[in-house]
């Protein structure tokens, strides 16, 4: 799996470089390696849950922020008064 990676990043640095021009059938082989690579798919899954779950309690926040602003406002007025 590794050496898959390798080669790709191999040819890749290659064209970038200019070294020379790497056959239609090399560059093919590794792009079919490289598709089937799952090294970082667990990380991918990861940081996509991340960002469902902080949506998600943004939107919580957001929603329910007012609502306990307005809850804690009424009960520091109530405890405040002078006569209850």
Request: hydrophobic share 55%.
């Amino acid at each position: 799996m590794v050496a898959h990676s390798f080669a790709l990043v191999g040819i890749l640095t290659a064209l970038t470089l200019g070294a020379g021009t790497p056959s239609c059938n090399q560059v093919r082989m590794c792009l079919k390696q490289a598709a089937f690579d799952e090294a970082g798919s667990i990380m991918v899954e990861y940081t996509v849950l991340l960002s469902v779950v902080a949506v998600g309690l943004c939107f919580a926040i957001a929603a329910l922020g007012v609502p306990l602003i307005r809850m804690y406002l009424s009960q520091k007025t109530w405890l405040l008064l002078p006569f209850p």
